[in-house]
């Protein structure tokens, strides 16, 4: 039980530092409620599970490749350029109608999932720590531990999706429209900033 505990912190921690994850979840939370919010950390949650069965099947040697690398970084500077332009576009829009569900859920979803998908740091963490992790619990513990350690990670994942979209809501509920349109353009900016940063990534990578 306490390397579950152990874990769950892992997660918390990985998931706790600023990121396009977190800066979509405060957007939409702040537009649209807890429930798009919460969508958005879910999608991206469903993204890490996909990698973690890839890696725990001995599959994910491909992505480390230079060609997935500069493809995922090319196609991470596109979602998040797209994504951090559309919230700027949208911002008005969405702060004047912020009491009906202008956002389908799905979308929410999508974007969340698409975003961890395509995030190269991402994959970093899952092929560098829960690699690691896995050899580790394997030649000690054998497979069942690596799944204790496992649902530990994606507990504190999780929770932290939780505390983010419950924070974001907040700002629904109580902010005022310049507390919104605020939200609205930072999240905007940090989505258009990493997506440049995903985009120097790739020239770099081709450049190489």
């Not at 690699?131 to 497979?143: D, N, R, T």
Request: hydrophobic share 55%.
């Amino acid at each position: 039980m306490n390397a579950f505990f152990a874990y769950m912190f892992l997660g918390l921690s990985l998931s706790a530092p600023i990121g396009p994850i977190n800066a979509a979840q405060l957007d939409k939370g702040a537009r649209f409620g807890f429930t798009h919010a919460w969508l958005v950390g879910f999608g991206a949650m469903c993204a890490d599970l996909l990698y973690m069965l890839l890696i725990y099947f001995g599959l994910a040697h491909f992505l480390d490749t230079p060609f997935m690398k500069t493809f995922l970084w090319l196609f991470g500077c596109f979602v998040l350029l797209y994504t951090g332009i559309e919230t700027l576009k949208n911002m008005k829009k969405a702060v004047a109608t912020r009491g009906i569900e202008t956002a389908t859920k799905s979308s929410s979803f999508r974007s969340g999932f698409l975003m961890a998908l395509t995030n190269p740091l991402n994959i970093l963490f899952w092929l560098g720590i829960y690699g690691s992790i896995l050899a580790e619990s394997v030649q000690q513990h054998g497979f069942a531990q690596v799944l204790w350690h496992s649902f530990g990670i994606f507990a504190g994942i999780l929770l932290w999706d939780v505390v983010m979209a419950t924070l974001a809501s907040t700002f629904h509920k109580f902010g005022n429209q310049t507390t919104l349109q605020v939200i609205s353009v930072l999240a905007g900016i940090s989505l258009i900033v990493f997506g440049l940063y995903f985009g120097y990534q790739a020239f770099l990578q081709l450049t190489h």
